[in-house]
């Protein structure tokens, strides 16, 4: 076993400044929605709001990160091992199996997460942040009268929010769990928290094929 | 790591150039402070009429005090007689109907119906003396009365069922002598007891505007500015600006509150932003009838009842009618929280002799306007439903004669006869009457405009989800409406993914075991 630095310090910050305002965001979103009823409706109006802005920011930034660091390579999806993971879940991990994709440093996601990670990124995202933005600014005040763009309700808008919400809410359970399915229980935690993570010796039985080509991560299976 | 300083320096002023083009500066001086500066100061009469000769001589009948007005004021008189407040009526364009004369000479209601055959009563409020359908009278500018408006000694009073003439109390060379700019008790004198009392009809129109609190009212209060009707009510050539779509149905003329206020008067962007689609009324005017009560329901079928051959009235504990012989039963509410409609500023109207559909409640004053007309706006209006006489074979409501002068002229209060009075209503206005007659559902529509109450009260958000817009249709409102189909789905996808996520932790925990047990 060898201690991998995984998750970079701005990375940490990245994913748990994310996962407060995503769960701020749907709380704050669901009472707007009127489903649920906690700090009231126009406070959770300008919360939201605050907490959207602030996500913008984040999001700029992370942006910036994996753009600079090529870490967004990390996110490329691909069939490889892509069934071999999805028996894991379904079978392996009942039958204490290995997991079949190994934890690299260049390579930290499994094809599953790579997949749902990319998706999640390039439209569940941006569908959120544009139709955030339209909901906000497709009727914009200025001085004297209001510009509006011409978008006539809101309601196409609203429902595109919303199922954005719904799917970021699905995940956000199915991810919670996920993070128990480990090398042990809490090591996928630790590894978010820390940043280190035990990770098995590449030369322990297993064989490494490497890719010449720089954008291939390295790919491990059995 | 220094490769990485001049993008993140870049992205940071990225960020922060687009943070300042989104931020706007507050205006300098608060636009309310400048209307409250502007409106504070009081207007003083230029000259005193106390010392016009002319006022001074005895004045035998009222016209020679418009006589008198006239020597000085030449024209004036003219320019009323081209009013609505003289007229009762005005060319007005109805959709569907064309362009047709309009006003409270021909338009019927549902409260006291209509004036025709009832002259003598509803003339009262009439800005003249004497008044009768004849063209000579409406031709006569000594008939103009000119101290309804303009007394500003409080004592001049018309008389009861006296066709505008004065009361035989009033001193007319006192009140002429105090004349000057009209007062909110000048307009209120008619206008807070339209429908026959106070706060009738209107219902943000009532004898408590005379002197209102803040609460009551924002602009009249006593307290406060003090506001008289025609600060915003404001006159050219004695033609107000301002009328009511119980007797008007075009988009003109209208006082607005932007007027005075900008239609971007909060400093709030998203408040700013509602002003698109909402009026001003609709968050302003949380509620209407904030002293005394108004009526809401008007049933004239139940008019009628004698008790040992004479009328009677009955009143509820806070001492309102309930029921009136003459008149029939009424529902008045007190704190009346308005209806909110969609409305573009345009309405239709029920006309004399128009048939209609018994079946259904017949609006007589449509209020037009939808979401995607970009005209419209949600405006708060006082809905008064009734039940009210009509022609059951000809399908059109009746003209009643309600008024009687003395008993055995067909009028309903003095022979309380509905066949009668109809028969004689109907001959007024020119119209058959069958024979036939029984009482139909109305409904009206009072958009509410004044006792706007201080902003602390005005409606929010979260009263603004008290059911206010329950009923309002054509658009998406966040926190009250949803596609059915994305809460099923969604709410499926997340019960799936617990569920899933339970089956799947629970099966793990329990091979775990299996396997300590077995080991």
Not at chain 1, 32 to 60: E, K, N, P, R
Request: hydrophobic residues 35%; positive net charge; proline residues 4%.
């Amino acid at each position: 076993m060898k201690r991998e630095l995984i998750y970079k310090r701005f990375e940490r910050f990245w994913h748990w400044t994310q996962a407060i305002l995503v769960i701020f965001l749907a709380v704050t979103g669901f009472e707007i929605h009127g489903s649920i009823s906690f700090f009231g409706y126009d406070q959770a109006v300008m919360y939201h709001d605050i907490a959207a802005w602030s996500f913008l920011v984040l999001i700029a930034f992370a942006i910036f990160w994996h753009v600079t660091t090529g870490e967004w390579r990390q996110y490329l999806p691909t069939w490889k091992n892509l069934k071999a993971q999805a028996e894991y879940y379904i079978f392996g991990i009942f039958r204490n199996s290995p997991h079949p994709t190994k934890k690299t440093v260049l390579s930290k996601l499994n094809p599953l997460q790579k997949i749902v990670y990319a998706g999640l990124k390039v439209l569940i995202i941006p569908a959120m942040v544009l139709s955030g933005l339209l909901y906000m600014f497709y009727r914009y005040p200025q001085r004297y009268e209001v510009l509006s763009l011409n978008i006539n309700s809101l309601q196409t808008i609203a429902i595109v929010h919303t199922i954005g919400a719904f799917l970021l809410l699905a995940f956000l359970i199915v991810h919670l769990y996920l993070i128990t399915t480990g090398q042990t229980v809490t090591s996928n935690l630790k590894a978010m928290i820390t940043g280190y993570e035990d990770l098995p010796d590449e030369s322990t039985g297993e064989k490494v094929k490497s890719s010449t080509k720089k954008e291939e991560v390295a790919e491990v299976s059995k | 790591m220094k490769r990485i300083f001049l993008p993140l320096f870049m992205l940071l002023v990225f960020v922060g150039m687009i943070l300042t083009a989104l931020h706007k500066n507050s205006s300098d001086t608060p636009p309310l402070l400048k209307l409250k500066a502007e409106y504070s100061v009081r207007h003083k009469s230029s000259v005193d009429h106390s010392l016009f000769p002319e006022l001074k001589k005895k004045f035998k009948r009222p016209q020679d005090v418009t006589a008198a007005c006239i020597s000085c004021h030449n024209g004036r008189a003219d320019e009323v007689m081209k009013s609505s407040h003289w007229n009762w009526e005005r060319t007005e364009y109805i959709v569907g109907k064309g362009i047709r004369s309009l006003g409270k000479r021909n338009v019927l209601n549902n409260f006291c119906i209509g004036i025709t055959s009832n002259e003598q009563s509803c003339s009262r409020c009439h800005a003249g003396y004497g008044y009768s359908n004849g063209p000579s009278y409406f031709k006569d500018s000594l008939n103009v009365d000119c101290l309804a408006c303009h007394d500003n000694s409080g004592t001049y009073m018309k008389m009861n069922e006296g066709a505008g003439m004065p009361d035989t109390s009033v001193n007319l060379n006192y009140v002429a002598q105090h004349v000057g700019r009209p007062t909110r008790t000048n307009c209120g004198t008619c206008h807070f007891f339209g429908g026959g009392g106070n706060n009738v009809k209107h219902g943000d129109l009532e004898e408590a505007l005379f002197d209102p609190t803040r609460d009551v009212d924002v602009h009249m209060a006593s307290d406060g500015e003090d506001m008289q009707c025609v600060d915003c009510h404001t006159a050219s050539k004695h033609q107000m600006l301002g009328k009511m779509y119980s007797v008007s149905s075009m988009n003109r003329n209208r006082v607005t509150c932007e007027g005075c206020h900008s239609s971007m008067p909060h400093s709030d962007d998203i408040l700013n932003e509602h002003t698109l689609k909402v009026a001003c009324q609709t968050c302003h005017i949380p509620v209407i009838a904030k002293v005394n009560p108004t009526k809401v329901y008007w049933d004239w079928s139940t008019a009628g009842k004698l008790e040992n051959g004479k009328p009677f009235e009955l009143k509820d504990s806070a001492g309102t009618d309930i029921y009136m012989s003459i008149k029939g039963s009424f529902k008045w509410i007190r704190m009346l929280k308005p209806d909110y409609i969609w409305f573009n500023g345009t309405a239709s109207h029920y006309l004399l002799g128009d048939k209609f559909d018994p079946s259904k409640p017949l609006v007589l004053n449509q209020l037009y306007g939808s979401y995607d007309d970009p005209d419209s706006k949600i405006y708060p209006v006082k809905i008064h439903r009734a039940n009210q006489i009509y022609d059951t074979q000809f399908d059109y409501l009746i003209q009643p004669k309600v008024y009687s002068a003395k008993p055995g002229d067909g009028g309903f209060w003095g022979d309380f006869d509905w066949e009668r009075a109809a028969r004689e209503g109907m001959k007024a206005v020119d119209l058959p009457f069958s024979g036939h007659y029984g009482f139909t559902r109305t409904t009206m529509y009072w958009p509410a405009n004044h006792m706007v109450s201080p902003k602390e009260q005005a409606v929010e958000c979260h009263t603004r989800n008290d059911g206010r817009l329950a009923t309002l249709e054509g658009f998406y409102l966040p926190g009250r409406d949803y596609n059915p189909l994305v809460e099923q789905l969604g709410g499926g996808l997340l019960a799936l993914s617990l569920l899933g996520v339970l089956i799947h932790g629970g099966g793990r925990i329990l091979v775990s075991r299996k396997k300590k047990v077995t080991k």
